[in-house]
């Protein structure tokens, strides 16, 4: 290849935005999945806000404002780590990953429409879910510029934290087939332990210190401090939002999911060799 059409391909970040716009096409080709996606987390904050209704004592906020923030840390790791995990899974067991690394396309690329795939159907979730927690549950939305930064933040580091996470188990199952189950129950798993469906003033200690180990409980804790009222940081394990500490969690777990990332990830099944 001469050094003119060398210099006339596009580079990865060209490739990884027209790579996205691609992805996401895909994604709301098919209506179901795209109603299924943003919905589950709508008909669970539902129900479990009319089963724990009631003001939470102390904490000067309904059980049903809780739920709302701590869904929006389980609805962006759901079209992240989920939706990233099992999707990569089935992609490599069909070879398309086979397919697309032989060709001229960065494989920066392909991770990047991911990224791009990731971001919007995180912020359509984010969007329907804070519509509903106003529209239902009087869930008050902040009124200062620095309290929407804070969000926009814990929302940047937890998607991407997520993300590189999904894209990490993805190399675990055996077979795209597989792959629901390996991803779904460890994610399962994670949501009751980082006080998703049970408010983490009712979780014990050493089930929120587990929880502690992973990104949703500190993005779930995050966004009640966005969302909730000051007088409810009593309702944390440690008293406080702790939004320093949400920073340097979900930091680290960028930093390692991608470690995990480059040790762990693979273009072939293992059919393939």
Excluded at 51 to 65: K, L, M, N
Excluded at 197 to 215: E, H, R, V
Excluded at 244 to 262: D, E, K, N, S, T
Aim: aromatic share 10%; net charge neutral.
């Amino acid at each position: 290849m001469t050094a003119p059409e060398a210099a006339g391909l596009p580079g990865a970040w060209r490739l990884g935005l027209l790579r996205g716009g691609l992805e996401l096409k895909q994604f709301f080709r098919l209506r179901d999945q795209v109603v299924f996606s943003l919905a589950f987390p709508v008909v669970l904050l539902v129900l479990l806000a009319s089963i724990f209704g009631g003001e939470v004592e102390d904490g000067g906020v309904h059980v049903s404002q809780i739920y709302v923030a701590a869904m929006l840390g389980a609805g962006i790791m759901a079209t992240s780590f989920q939706s990233l995990g099992i999707s990569i899974a089935i992609e490599r067991d069909e070879r398309l990953l086979r397919r697309l690394i032989s060709t001229p396309m960065p494989p920066a690329a392909y991770f990047l429409g991911k990224v791009w795939l990731v971001l919007v159907t995180g912020a359509l979730e984010a969007a329907v879910l804070l519509t509903v927690g106003v529209g239902l549950y009087d869930l008050e939305l902040p009124g200062e510029v620095s309290t929407w930064l804070t969000f926009g933040w814990i929302f940047l580091l937890g998607t991407a934290a997520c993300a590189l996470l999904g894209i990490a188990i993805s190399s675990l199952p055996g077979s795209g087939r597989s792959a629901g189950s390996v991803v779904i129950l460890p994610f399962l798993v994670l949501q009751f332990v980082s006080g998703v469906y049970i408010p983490a003033s009712q979780l014990p200690d050493w089930m929120l210190n587990i929880g502690a180990l992973f990104p949703l409980k500190w993005m779930c804790q995050g966004f009640r401090g966005v969302f909730l009222p000051e007088s409810a940081a009593v309702l944390e394990q440690a008293g406080g939002w702790e939004f320093g500490r949400v920073a340097l969690v979900l930091g680290a777990w960028c930093i390692g999911g991608l470690l995990l990332c480059l040790l762990t990830f693979r273009w072939t099944n293992r059919r393939d060799g």
